[in-house]
């Protein structure tokens, strides 16, 4: 179990402990169930901007990403243009992808066009049961929910949502919890 421990001495999921950034995520955010379509929709954005970068990054400019998304308004956000999309290829306050932004855009068209709303939606796909992960090498990347999940949503003209993913949103919205077993957040 020392692995776990930080150095506050505190237990937690192993890379809760490599910076003070993500032991704040680790103990107040991750794994805790998350309900509200903007709350949603911002998570699925910044996971899909998280693709192929490391966390940290997005974490450190979520801040950036709310002001620039309008707090994730996927109301406001439908409505954003070439001019938008040029304004945020030009802000170095977050990931200037192209294909990620065009995606969170296309992503809030797709919830206006739902005919559910998006917390019933994405937590259809929450596990009924999920065993805890012993380690961290014990916790998948992609699961038969998470597959579901990128495949539905795909077909509602959702974008850059893909298994993974959409595993990693079930995990930081509380669909799924994977603290490891010893981590002071394992209910």
């Known amino acids: 179990m020392s692995s776990l ?4 001495g505190v237990a937690r999921c192993t890379w809760g402990n490599s910076t003070p950034d993500y032991a704040e995520y ?9 309900r509200g379509r903007d709350a949603l929709y911002e998570r699925l954005c910044l996971e899909s901007f998280q693709s192929g970068l490391s966390w940290i990054t997005i974490l450190r400019k979520r801040e950036s990403f709310r002001t620039v998304f309008l707090g994730f308004d996927p109301e406001k956000v439908a409505e954003f243009g070439e001019d938008d999309v ?39 796909f929450a596990p009924a049961k999920h065993k805890r992960p012993r380690t961290m090498a014990d916790v998948p990347a992609i699961t038969d929910e998470s597959k579901a999940m990128a495949k539905e949503l795909k077909k509602r003209g959702f974008a850059f949502l893909g298994p993974t993913t959409c595993y990693a ?13 010893g981590c002071f957040r394992a209910r």
């Open 26 to 34: 680790h103990d107040t955010e991750w794994g805790v169930p998350l």
């Open 86 to 124: 040029s304004r945020l290829m030009q802000d170095a306050s977050i990931v200037r992808n192209r294909a990620k932004i065009l995606a969170a855009i296309k992503n809030a068209r797709s919830i206006a066009a739902l005919d559910v709303p998006l917390d019933d939606l994405l937590w259809s």
């Open 169 to 181: 949103l079930m995990q930081a919205t509380g669909m799924v919890d994977d603290h490891v077993k």
């Open 5 to 8: 421990l930080g150095a506050d």
